[in-house]
């Protein structure tokens, strides 16, 4: 019996090319994406995706708790026990938005870590994460940064982070193929 891997990929296509999305009475040719249940075209994605989010950024961990009756809790402790920390630590949390994984790979070794740098599309989401911060006294705010951005994009040189992570917000990403060459 072999450890359980903490990533499992799985080839699904998350990206497709369609000949026609109809958008009311007109039809145009163009490449879709997913968004919840629904097809559209990749370029409505990212503002749909900020829009959702900002509507909820302030009760965003409560809609977690209550969608998965607090199991995302668990989920999220078994994946930062996993990670590879190493001494004196950069962490980047991408798609970090209210900062859980942050907080919590700040908990699990409050002195190994040099810095954490939550970056996130939604400044909305991470001004909810910061002040989330600054009423959790066992944090050491010095040690964590907020950086709004795009996860396909990121503005950081190569080898500046020992771990990278992104959770369930790897699904809101349009291209995924372009996030996943970001940390490999």
């Excluded at 001494?87 to 002195?111: K, W």
């Amino acid at each position: 019996m072999g450890r359980t891997p903490l990533l499992h990929v799985v080839r699904r296509t998350f990206t497709t090319p369609s000949n026609y999305v109809k958008t009311g009475n007109l039809t145009s040719s163009a490449t879709t994406t997913h968004f919840g249940f629904e097809n559209i075209a990749e370029d409505e994605k990212q503002s749909k995706v900020h829009t959702v989010f900002a509507n909820v950024a302030d009760k965003y961990d409560l809609l977690n708790d209550a969608m998965s009756v607090g199991v995302h809790r668990l989920w999220k402790n078994y994946f930062v026990n996993s990670a590879p920390l190493l001494p004196n630590s950069r962490c980047l949390d991408v798609a970090g938005g209210t900062g859980d994984i942050a907080f919590r790979l700040m908990e699990r070794d409050p002195n190994g870590i040099r810095d954490i740098t939550v970056f996130d599309i939604n400044q909305t989401m991470l001004d909810v994460g910061m002040n989330r911060a600054k009423e959790e006294k066992s944090l050491n705010l010095n040690k964590l940064k907020w950086i709004c951005g795009n996860a396909e994009a990121l503005p950081f040189e190569d080898n500046s982070f020992d771990l990278y992570t992104i959770a369930f917000g790897i699904r809101n990403c349009t291209h995924i193929d372009k996030v996943c060459v970001m940390f490999f």
